[in-house]
């Protein structure tokens, strides 16, 4: 099995499931156990500003108030993740690659209140996530495109256009594809 870690799953256009439909997820783990990874494009109506009074982190000079807050995934929604560029150390952080790491700790969110924290970050409510082969499955079902992913999607491409920028990546038209598998 080929890890997709550091890859993106753009959903193809027949992908009707409203968790992901038009969604390029972001793979932060992927292995014989199943994957992990947050959907980049479902922006919440929430900003990083709610997120730090809910959790009474003091943010009066913090430049990143306004930040949109994701919908990383239907599972456990009340969880946060932050996707992020350098520094990658924090209380709770797993390394993705050697510029991109996730972490779930309130010590980074307190470090971006204080503009000191990592200048790139996605930060969601929830993830998406597969069991063992359920990945594997759904790929080989045609419901996904996966390709290397690219970190200027994720934080420099503006949301609406993630889906189509992230298929063009494996120079693929999003209109131009058939929902019908190819099996012979």
């Not at 690659?97 to 930060?123: F, M, Y």
């Amino acid at each position: 099995m080929q890890s997709l870690s550091n890859h993106f799953l753009i959903a193809m256009p027949q992908l009707a499931d409203p968790n992901f439909f038009h969604s390029v997820t972001y793979i932060c783990e992927h292995n014989e156990d199943g994957a992990l990874g947050l959907v980049i494009n479902r922006p919440l109506d929430l900003q990083l500003h709610e997120i730090f009074e809910q959790m009474g982190i003091e943010a009066k000079d913090c430049t990143r108030l306004d930040q949109i807050v994701f919908s990383g995934g239907p599972v456990q929604p009340q969880r946060g993740f932050i996707l992020h560029g350098p520094p990658l150390q924090w209380e709770s952080t797993a390394g993705i690659t050697d510029n991109l790491a996730i972490t779930t700790s309130r010590d980074i969110l307190e470090a971006i209140a204080r503009n000191e924290g990592p200048a790139q970050c996605l930060i969601a409510l929830g993830y998406a996530g597969w069991g063992a082969g359920q990945l594997e499955q759904e790929l080989a079902d045609n419901a996904w495109l996966s390709g290397p992913a690219d970190p200027s999607i994720i934080f420099d491409t503006p949301v609406p256009e993630r889906w189509r920028a992230a298929a063009a990546l494996l120079g693929v038209d999003l209109d131009r594809l058939s929902g019908d598998a190819g099996h012979a």
